[in-house]
């Protein structure tokens, strides 16, 4: 044991005073093994526990003697052990705060007495007994000093001539067992342990920080240093703490928690006691587990950070499958040495070569979220570099330029450009909907086809030539498949995009529509895409649209809509006024100045109102856009555009409005510009396409009660239920019960449902869909079994046993959903009878451990029925191991839904005294009391009602007057709400059976406003108010007896 305490224990720096142990989990380990072979000794080495040690083991202890019971001699501040040695000392003995212990089985009494302090006590006699081996058996077997082995040992046992050298021989290769054991046991310890140091932690923090912020993509809303000061070693937390290993203090506010205040050591990252509110300081005590690093930390805190990273982890799979798939570097090594060295390509081979050995050196770091993330991080560093020194050309614009372009030329605008567009990319909070493939080039000695050559023979004609062989080219090369991927490259690869976009860039109107048209059928690719806005292609699109040749802003608002598919892409339309042009292209019908021209340059207005449609339906997938679409006029034109008969025009149309919807402002204006109905009459078309964006459409907008009348008014439950029953396109399915599910919110609209037969269809869609359809479907459903006539349809349809089986999925949305159908159904005996033989309670109660707040909130919300209605509910709770601490544990949450769901569950928990007893025993009481002061009439009303069960036992009435439960709740009574006056009523009718806590009824004032509601028209809030009214009346006349007796 010395040998283990001494090498593997560890212990502060040497100062002025006495080293103490560290707190570290290490030590904490340790302390845990010595007291588990403490405890044990007396029952497995009993003859051995009463072997007296040499010299005492002697420290300061914080026991009070009244601790002490049978077997001891107590007074106010010494104990004595009845046992003794042959000379009549006591072998415990403890004078306040000082202990002596002369045996291991008064050491194992002992340590069952401090009970939950155990550790402490342990470690204080640790640190005091530096050396317990010798104090035990003697100096002769120091083994911190000498040779400790096991032969060593025995041969000085065994030249001993006291009687006792069995015994002793007996606990010394214990004692080295234990020795062994403890070294054994910190190795494995340590060799799971990751210490980290500053670097690590100072890369993981500003990561995060890169994807923090509002948003619904981004891992957090906030992650900052409580100190700006860096020491020298990389470390922020004051010296004095430095010394303790720890690093630095982070406060990380999660999207689903409060401010969490975490301390970065070398040992881990755990949870503190957060800054105090007088001084603001830290306290620095630890909270809770050490976990290994912060992204461990925050997984487990937060569920939203968890379900992003987790998707980030898949991004990170596939990325590293496609580098599987990538040829070997010495074949690219042997392309770079085959093609001409430029300066240019030199440049961009150096800068491939250090963003491939930057992304394998951070893939050897412990903590990065995905390979992904890295990728744009390195970029976004980049980007930063690059601030101040292209800030100057923010505004610039790129010069005329003849249809014969100099490559020269072009890298220097793509360079420009780009750096420009990525630097003020940073500041966009919009969310990224689509992830962009990785750049990939193809290989020199890969078997491409003819056209492959061929267009980049056409590319050089582009550069070099004229303008009749600039035109000669353009048609040459539109007359190839461009879909083709092969075909794209081609002319990425030779450099043909920097030509087309400045070609955009001239007063040859032929070559901007050969190049646009060129542009529009490539930019189909996610890549080229991304290069398009690189070059800076978007500025020119968007001028173009001022241009007074319809065809060209039909292809420039075409080519806009494919290339704005990612948030820097729709950021540049808008910050180039693109927004307002593109709506100005809805009203190109109504408003155009000059008569129609018969001219190859012009197109049918309604094609350019289609083209703004389009562009401004791919640029509605970010929040701005959406603001900048309604401030610009564009609701009226959609509204207008929506009564057109063509379909190619309403897709578009209903596509952005479908977008948009998911804003109040925009619900709003669409009840105001009379969309529904247009919308309702869509659902009719024959486009399943154009179906499925309007049953979308609904289903944003029938989220306001107003909009799923207007859709029953004009018809559109009928056609909602009867698409139902085409279930091959799941996209349109998808969102045609989703509008069901918004629809079925009102009970009017349910009736509707039931007669078109829409219930039964959908029980039918509870097994073999996609989740997105299952959602919907579930949610539908949940709604609609509020009704008996619609409950006993599902039941009678075989509904139960498809919804059961859906507890045992992972989608939170899912989750939530289908608990509240199954509490819908609960509320039927016969429905909760199939419930309960499906295991379908026991299915709900596991969900009480789910990480998602609102799905732990519907699981006991689901609960309640299930109790209220099972066959012999209180064995049925019994029944679940470990489930009545579990739904008491649930009211330690800060989710105040959560809160008011797990005190209904207790409300009907409580009903069964035996439960009752349990929930008691498990602290139910002081958490409850805990909670009084809420504010959420949500939780007054069901924490009352389940304070007003809980007094049923025992002496919990007085518990929660203890608690100061009482006086909190009488504030309740000035609630606007009359569920919470019933609740509060009965709540304090029970505790006013207790004499102090009527009393304090009284001083707070409860009678006057008790009085009032004794005339309610509620007869179970008359009953309770004049309840205890009668208790508060009764011991004011007992008192008054009593005074004058």
Not at 613 to 628: Q, T, V
Request: charge should be neutral.
């Amino acid at each position: 044991m010395g040998v283990a305490l001494t090498r593997s224990a560890q212990w502060t720096a040497a100062g002025y005073g006495t080293r103490t142990l560290e707190i570290t989990p290490l030590n904490e380990a340790i302390l845990k093994e010595i007291i588990i072979f403490v405890e044990n000794f007396i029952y497995k080495h009993p003859q051995e526990a009463k072997y007296v040690f040499v010299e005492p083991l002697e420290w300061k202890t914080d026991l009070d003697p009244s601790a002490f019971e049978s077997g001891y001699v107590v007074s106010a501040t010494t104990v004595k052990s009845e046992e003794a040695d042959k000379n009549g000392q006591p072998l415990l003995f403890l004078s306040v705060p000082q202990i002596k212990v002369r045996s291991f089985g008064q050491l194992s009494c002992l340590l069952f007495i401090a009970k939950d302090t155990k550790l402490k006590e342990a470690q204080a006699c640790i640190e005091a007994n530096r050396n317990p081996m010798a104090k035990i058996l003697g100096f002769d077997y120091n083994t911190v000093k000498g040779d400790s082995s096991v032969f060593n040992i025995l041969d000085k046992i065994t030249n001993d001539d006291d009687p006792e050298s069995e015994i002793r021989m007996k606990i010394a290769i214990l004692l080295k067992q234990l020795d062994l054991h403890l070294l054994n046991h910190s190795l494995k310890h340590i060799s799971l342990e990751i210490r980290l140091n500053p670097e690590a932690i100072k890369n993981d923090v500003e990561l995060l920080k890169r994807f923090s912020g509002k948003g619904e993509e981004t891992v957090l809303e906030s992650i900052k240093y409580t100190s700006d000061y860096e020491f020298s070693n990389g470390c922020r937390a004051p010296p004095w703490r430095q010394i303790l290993g720890e690093i630095c203090y982070v406060l990380v506010k999660p999207h689903d928690a409060e401010t969490l205040c975490i301390t970065c050591s070398a040992e881990g990252v755990f949870l503190n006691g957060g800054k105090t509110d007088d001084d603001g300081e830290i306290n620095y005590e630890r909270k809770g587990a050490i976990y290994k690093d912060l992204v461990t930390f925050l997984k487990d805190k937060s569920a939203k950070f968890s379900e992003v990273m987790s998707k980030q982890q898949i991004k990170l799979n596939e990325e590293l499958q496609k580098e599987k798939d990538q040829p070997n570097e010495t074949h690219k090594k042997k392309e770079a040495d085959a093609l001409p060295k430029t300066s240019n390509g030199s440049d961009k081979s150096m800068l491939q070569k250090k963003q491939i050995n930057l992304g394998k050196r951070q893939m050897t770091k412990r903590l990065e979220p995905s390979l992904n993330w890295k990728t744009t991080g390195d970029f976004k560093a980049h980007r930063m570099s690059l601030r101040d020194t292209h800030k100057e050309k923010r505004g610039g614009r790129l010069e005329k330029s003849a249809p014969s372009v100099s490559p020269g030329k072009t890298h220097a605008v793509r360079k420009t450009v780009s750096k420009i567009e990525e630097v003020f990319s940073e500041s966009s909070s919009e969310s990224e909907e689509d992830e962009e493939p990785p750049d990939h080039r193809q290989e020199a000695n890969a078997d491409l086809p003819s056209e492959y050559w061929q267009i980049q023979k056409l590319v050089k004609y582009l550069k070099g030539g004229n303008q009749i062989a600039t035109v000669i080219a353009l048609c040459s090369m539109k007359d190839f498949n461009l879909a083709q991927e092969t075909c794209q490259l081609a002319i990425r690869d030779a450099g043909g995009l920097e030509v087309l976009i400045n070609l955009l860039d001239t007063d040859e109107v032929k070559c901007k529509i050969g190049s646009l048209k060129i542009l529009k059928e490539i930019s189909h690719n996610p890549q080229i895409r991304r290069n398009i806005v690189d070059l800076g292609g978007l500025p020119l699109m968007v001028n173009i649209l001022d241009s007074p040749h319809k065809s060209l802003k039909c292809l420039a608002a075409e080519t806009i809509a494919n290339v704005a598919k990612f948030r820097r892409a729709r950021w540049t339309v808008r910050h180039h006024g693109g927004i307002t042009k593109l709506v100005a292209l809805l009203d190109c019908a109504q408003n155009s100045a000059t008569p129609a021209q018969s001219s190859l340059f012009d197109a049918r207005d309604e094609e350019v109102a289609r083209c703004g449609a389009l562009a401004l339906w791919s640029c509605s997938k970010s929040y701005a856009n959406k603001e900048a679409i309604r401030k610009a006029g564009g609701i009226p034109l959609l509204a207008r555009l929506l009564k057109t008969s063509h379909g190619n025009m309403l897709i578009p149309v209903v596509g952005t409005l479908q977008e948009c919807a998911s804003e109040e402002n925009y619900r709003a204006a669409i009840k105001a510009e009379r969309i529904i109905e247009n919308l309702v009459k869509n659902l009719n078309s024959e486009n399943e396409q154009l179906q499925e964006h309007c049953a979308m459409a609904i289903y944003q907008c029938a989220e306001d009660e107003e909009t799923r009348d207007l859709v029953r008014l004009h018809g559109g439950l009928k056609p909602l239920a009867s698409l139902l029953n085409n279930t091959d396109n799941k996209e349109r399915l998808a969102a045609v019960t989703g509008a069901i599910w918004k629809c079925s919110i009102s009970k009017e609209n349910v009736t509707k449902f039931r007669e078109y037969k829409a219930i039964e269809t959908l029980v039918g869609l509870l097994t073999d869909q996609p989740e997105e359809v299952l959602v919907n479907v579930v949610g539908a459903l949940g709604e609609c079994c509020q009704e008996y006539e619609n409950r006993v349809i599902v039941r009678k349809c075989g509904g139960i046993q498809p919804l059961v089986n859906l507890l045992v999925g992972i989608n939170y949305a899912l989750l939530v959903n289908v608990t509240k159908a199954i509490a819908a159904c609960a509320v039927e005996p016969e429905s909760m009878t199939i419930i309960a033989r499906l295991d379908g309670v026991r299915l709900l109660w596991s969900l009480l451990k789910n990480p998602q707040p609102d799905v732990k909130a519907s699981a006991a919300w689901a609960l309640c029925p299930c109790i209220q209605n099972a066959k012999d509910a209180g064995e049925m709770v019994r029944s679940f191991v470990g489930g009545l601490e579990l739904v008491v544990n649930l009211l330690k949450s800060d989710n105040k839904e959560v809160l008011a769901s797990v005190c209904a569950a207790i409300t009907n928990i409580a009903k069964d005294q035996e439960n009752l007893a349990i929930i008691t025993d498990h602290g139910v009481v002081p958490l409850l009391s805990k909670l009084a002061n809420t504010n959420n009439d949500k939780l007054r009303r069901h924490l009352a009602e389940a304070i007003s069960c809980c007094c049923m036992w025992g002496r919990n009435r007085v518990a929660f007057g203890e608690n100061k439960a009482v006086a909190p709740l009488v504030r309740y009574l000035k609630s606007n709400d009359i569920n919470v006056h019933r609740a509060t009523a009965q709540a304090l009718y029970q505790l006013s059976e207790d004499v102090d806590n009527c009393i304090t009824i009284h001083e707070n004032g409860a009678v006057k406003l008790l009085l009032n509601m004794v005339g309610s028209a509620d007869e179970e809030l008359q009953e309770a108010a004049a309840g205890c009214i009668s208790n508060i009346r009764r011991l004011a006349l007992a008192t008054e007896k009593a005074r004058y007796t």
